[in-house]
């Protein structure tokens, strides 16, 4: 509590925060294994095929190696994109940044809002929606359907907490 009576930063505790990020199964260590066998396979390969005569060959080995580099650093660069999404009692709060820090933030009535999913039989919940008005902004994004299942399972508790209202104790 702070001099005003107000608790410092939150005026209203979060029902349900969130940070959904890409998720990238090779990290540094094991992208730098990968490009040193890559590499190494690639330009003893190369040197065979110099060796034979065959040089343009060669070049084209360097190629491939330089292509998986750039496509591989790419690919990590993305990876600084992710969402926010947060529940209180009175506002649920979407941010989307994306790769190059760039953020647009929404700020939805929990009372107005419903989830609703697209779903398969074959991979379950393939999109996640937040309908409010009769727009649609799609969230986790970034999940695969099984971890979507449970986000949306703990997002619409969350939503469902938030209409009954805030929780007051009585203090004997």
Known sequence: MTADNTISGELEPAIFSATITPHRSLGNAG??????????????????FL???????????????LLLYWAFR??????????????TASALTVRKVNHRGQSREWR????????????????GIARLFLVTRGKQLTVAS???????EGFARELAEAL?????????????
Request: proline share 5%; aromatic share 14%; no cysteine.
């Open 31 to 48: 992208f730098l294994v990968l490009m040193i066998v890559f590499g190494s396979v690639s330009f003893l390969t190369g040197i065979a």
């Open 51 to 65: 060796l034979m005569g065959a040089w343009p060959v060669f070049g084209f080995f360097g190629l491939d190696v």
């Open 160 to 172: 469902a907490q938030a209409r009954r209202g805030p929780v007051r104790t009585m203090l004997a």
């Open 108 to 123: 939805l009535n929990p009372l107005w809002v419903k989830l609703d999913t697209e779903s398969t039989e074959e991979f």
């Open 142 to 148: 970034f999940l695969g359907p099984d971890e979507r």
């Open 74 to 87: 790419l690919n990590y660069r993305h990876a600084a994109a992710y969402e926010e999404i947060k529940v």
